[in-house]
């Protein structure tokens, strides 16, 4: 398994750049989305996301649960969990 260690500092916005040879090998382009996980105080996570893949997740998803829940049914379920 090959493992790419680079450092890389932040802006004063908070971007971050991701180092060239790290993007190479993940084959990153513009506009790659990342979830981003705090582990804790010193461990920052950025993980490539497949937009395509995330998309079908939901789809799928939705099929399941369409038949389930009317859209009434949806909005009395929102409504009971913002008033706590």
């Known amino acids: 398994m090959k493992v790419i260690v680079e ?20 084959e990153l382009e513009k506009n790659t989305v990342f979830s981003v996980l705090a582990l804790d ?3 920052l996570i950025l993980k490539k996301l497949d937009k395509e893949k995330l998309l079908r997740e939901f789809e799928n998803i939705r099929a399941r649960v369409k038949h389930k829940l009317s859209e009434k049914g949806v909005d009395a379920i929102v409504h009971k969990a913002r008033k706590g």
Do not use: C
């Open 7 to 26: 450092t890389t500092k932040m802006s004063t916005k908070g971007q971050v750049i991701i180092p060239k040879d790290a993007r190479t090998f993940m």
């Open 41 to 43: 105080q010193n461990t």
